[in-house]
């Protein structure tokens, strides 16, 4: 009896009748959110795996299904890939030991003002002690911009100013974006932390979550304007 085609099927046929996971996000005019989420379909992520025969050589590790989240860091840590630890919605899951654990196997952590007050009461470690666990830590505040701690160091970046503020949702996400790219391209932290500052503004100047369009050309024009030195991309 193959039991790997038993397990398959019986994995294919649990996904077959869940729903695709779902979020409402309800924004007012002070930019103040309320979510309602069902994990659905995600609740099952454990079932994928890392690969590690696709290239792959930086990961990130967001909210997802519990286990998933648990298995998909202990694999990246197993197959030497460095990734961002970005616990947001799901951090309330786990307990300190669990973030502990999730920061001594992260390359990096990205949270929020607020998910890393969270993750600071659950873990009983400071910011500056959180860094020294991994090559740096990322803080973002919304309009107040963000902080990167890193080589011992708190690195200030400022908020870039939008054109409009239409709508903030899927901001933090945009701001992960020019995280990732410029850690990929071996960017200091300043200018990582200024392009995924400005990402993120370029995101809010449009409705919807990830509406806005981009180019090399043109997010290097706006890097120059809003901080007086130009930058390869």
């Not at 695709?20 to 079932?47: K, R, V």
């Not at 994928?48 to 998933?68: E, F, Y």
């Not at 709508?167 to 996400?173: Q, S």
Request: aromatic letters at 6%.
């Amino acid at each position: 009896m193959n039991t790997g085609i038993l397990n398959a099927a019986a994995i294919a046929a649990l996904l077959s009748t869940s729903l695709t996971a779902q979020a409402y996000i309800t924004t007012d005019l002070d930019d103040n959110q309320i979510t309602a989420f069902h994990p659905g379909a995600m609740d099952h992520s454990h079932e994928n795996r890392v690969p590690t025969d696709a290239g792959v050589t930086l990961g990130m590790v967001s909210p997802d299904g519990r286990q998933g989240m648990i298995e998909h860091a202990r694999q990246f840590a197993d197959a030497g890939i460095p990734f961002i630890f970005d616990p947001g919605q799901g951090l309330p899951m786990f307990d300190g030991a669990d973030l502990k654990r999730f920061i001594d196997q992260a390359t990096w952590v990205a949270v929020n003002d607020y998910e890393g007050q969270m993750l600071q009461e659950r873990t009983g470690w400071s910011a500056e002690e959180i860094s020294k666990h991994v090559e740096a830590l990322i803080v973002t505040r919304g309009g107040a911009g963000s902080s990167i701690f890193a080589d011992d160091n708190e690195i200030v970046i400022p908020a870039v100013e939008a054109t409009e503020i239409l709508d903030p949702t899927g901001c933090g996400d945009a701001y992960r974006a020019g995280l990732l790219f410029g850690i990929a391209r071996g960017l200091s932290w300043a200018d990582t932390g200024r392009l995924a500052s400005l990402i993120g503004s370029i995101k809010i100047a449009r409705r919807g979550t990830q509406n806005h369009a981009l180019s090399p050309d043109s997010v290097a024009d706006a890097f120059e304007a809003a901080f007086g030195h130009a930058i390869s991309l």
